[in-house]
């Protein structure tokens, strides 16, 4: 069972802009930074954000991450049909002395 | 160029043992911590175990007792061994790299591309 929870979906037009929350607790978001994954339909997960509000090198500026308190939230703006995936946050957890995954949430481009 | 290579997947029947393989290419396994991460199908991402660069260890508390981690550096190789193997077992078994530097945060950043495993009788 996933600690972080995420929506199960989200969806939106073309050039539109969607957020995503990951809800946490003090014992992983509230102590620790936040990751975020992207998972493209048969492929294995990509680095999206790192320590809660960086982009690795490569990945567009349309995608941002923010944390407060144990929560934390991905937006993607101006979506494109290629954003359409899975996505999910993590973090480390001080308490299961473990990384912990969000639920994940399927992103639909309509 | 910086790769990982599973392999060793496939058909298990519950109460076995398996012995999944990730091959390292371009950096080496022993200066990263090193993750296995499953998904099971249809389902969403739970990480299994670490090895620190250090060669401690951590565990998911469902496979805590059952699964080990481990590496050969000389071979540059991370392995996970799978005994008393459950149906719930059942997922595509991802190794991953966290580079454990400022750099990246604690985020995995090279991943591979999985290997099936199967728990069934």
């Known amino acids: 069972q996933s600690v972080l929870t995420q929506p199960p979906s989200a969806s939106g037009t073309p050039g539109q802009g969607v957020t995503i929350s990951c809800s946490g607790s003090s014992s992983n978001i509230g102590s620790n930074t936040v990751n975020w994954y992207q998972q493209l339909p048969g492929t294995a997960p990509k680095p999206l954000i790192y320590?809660?509000?960086q982009r690795p090198s490569g990945v567009p500026d349309r995608f941002s991450g923010s944390k407060s308190g144990t929560s934390a939230s991905l937006a993607i703006s101006g979506l494109q049909s290629d954003d359409e995936a899975d996505y999910y946050c993590?973090?480390?957890?001080?308490?299961?002395?473990?990384?912990?995954f969000g639920t994940g949430t399927k992103v639909t481009v309509l | 160029e910086v790769q990982l290579v599973e392999s060793g997947g496939g058909l298990v029947q519950p109460g076995g043992s398996l012995r999944v393989s990730c091959a390292a290419s371009?950096?080496?396994?022993?200066?990263?911590?090193m993750n296995w991460v499953r998904q099971a199908p249809g389902k969403g991402l739970e990480w299994v175990s670490v090895i620190y660069t250090g060669g401690s260890t951590r565990y998911g508390d469902s496979v805590k007792g059952r699964f080990t981690i481990s590496r050969d550096n000389s071979k540059n190789t991370l392995y996970l061994q799978m005994n008393s193997l459950r149906t719930e077992d059942t997922a595509v078994y991802y190794c991953?790299?966290?580079?454990?530097?400022?750099?990246?945060?604690?985020?995995?950043?090279?991943w591979g591309q999985g290997t099936m495993v199967t728990v069934s009788s």
């Open positions: 320590s809660s509000n």
């Open positions: 991953a790299r966290d580079p454990a530097g400022a750099t990246f945060g604690d985020a995995f950043d090279i």
């Open positions: 371009g950096f080496s396994v022993s200066s990263n911590y």
């Open positions: 993590a973090a480390w957890d001080d308490s299961l002395n473990g990384y912990v």
